[in-house]
């Protein structure tokens, strides 16, 4: 029986030594071979502008929401993507830390799947590309959002060049410490924000997209819901956007675009809802008066 229980215990050792073996061997070859020579949960920051990122998918087991992108090879001999090549200055960047998923390599293009507490990303890399680790260098920052923020690319590239492309005309003069304060409460949506000349005046535009409410029509008519959502949501917008750029005196005003929705929720429960879009100009001499008040704000 001791004869026999040593033979069982050289057999296994045979079989884990054979299967470390294995896996040992397995992951040289991974590491002499990968198809991107990153590493599963590193993280990074794209470069790629937020509205070059497309919506893909809203997964109905996990409620999961799923964004992509496909870069492919310029006759030019850079990188395309969304078809451009320009694309680096063609709005602000994602500006989330990403994390690298999974890596695979697909018919007709290598998959990089990227995750975030809020969505994932997934970056189609064509098979036209030449150099795959370059590619994806040059749209992804390998590091945390921090250090991002503190690289070369983010100051020349992003800043130096996108930032003037948003504040533009009299919100130049706006300095690039507010701008930047501005857009990270607009969580990076550049797109939010414009110039707009109005009765001989200077307004900086921002849009809020929808109300956070839908409204009920049964309870409440088109001036309730309005004016609810001017004293609950547009004031307070006000305030925070003058309070950020400091009430900037070359600008005269600031004007709010909302969407407010509303729906019957008997009639129309099943329905998506409508929506009254308002606009609101205010001088900044009411904002910065109100600025520091709870009272209600008449634009």
């Known amino acids: 029986m001791f004869f026999k229980f040593r033979q069982r215990n ?10 470390l073996f294995c896996l040992t061997v397995s992951a040289q070859q991974n590491q002499q071979s990968p198809l991107l020579d990153i590493q599963k949960g590193q993280f990074i920051v794209l470069k790629i502008p937020s509205k070059l990122i497309g919506f893909e998918r809203v997964s109905w087991w996990d409620g999961g929401v799923s964004y992509g ?3 492919e090879q310029s006759q030019k001999g850079g990188i395309m993507i969304g078809g451009l090549s320009d694309w680096r200055t063609a709005g ?21 799947e990227l995750r975030d507490p809020l969505y994932d990303v997934k ?3 064509d098979n036209s590309i030449k150099d795959l680790n370059a590619a994806f260098r040059e749209v992804a920052f390998i590091g945390l959002l921090s250090e991002f923020e503190e690289s070369d690319y983010y100051k020349n590239e992003i800043i130096g060049k996108v930032l003037p492309k948003v504040f533009t005309d009299d919100l130049a003069s706006i300095s690039t410490a507010r701008k930047l304060k501005l857009l990270e409460q607009l969580k990076y949506v550049d ?5 707009e000349k109005y009765k001989d005046s200077s307004y900086l535009s921002i849009n809020v997209g929808g109300d956070t409410e839908v409204y009920n029509t049964i309870r409440t008519d088109q001036p309730q819901r309005i004016g609810h959502s001017l004293n609950q949501r547009v004031l307070s917008y006000f305030k925070r956007i003058g309070k950020t750029i400091k009430f900037h005196p070359e600008i005269d005003g600031i004007k709010i675009t909302i969407l407010i929705p509303y729906k019957n929720f008997v009639s129309e429960y099943y329905s998506p809802p409508k929506y009254d879009r308002v606009e609101i100009y205010s001088p900044m001499e009411i904002i910065q008066q109100y600025a520091d008040e709870t009272r209600t704000f008449v634009a």
């Open 10 to 19: 050289f057999f296994f050792s045979i079989l884990a030594i054979s299967f």
């Open 69 to 71: 992108a496909i870069i």
């Open 92 to 112: 602000w960047t994602l500006m989330r830390q990403l994390t690298i998923e999974k890596i695979s390599r697909e018919k007709n293009f290598t998959l990089v």
């Open 123 to 125: 970056l189609r890399f």
């Open 191 to 195: 797109s939010a924000i414009s110039y």
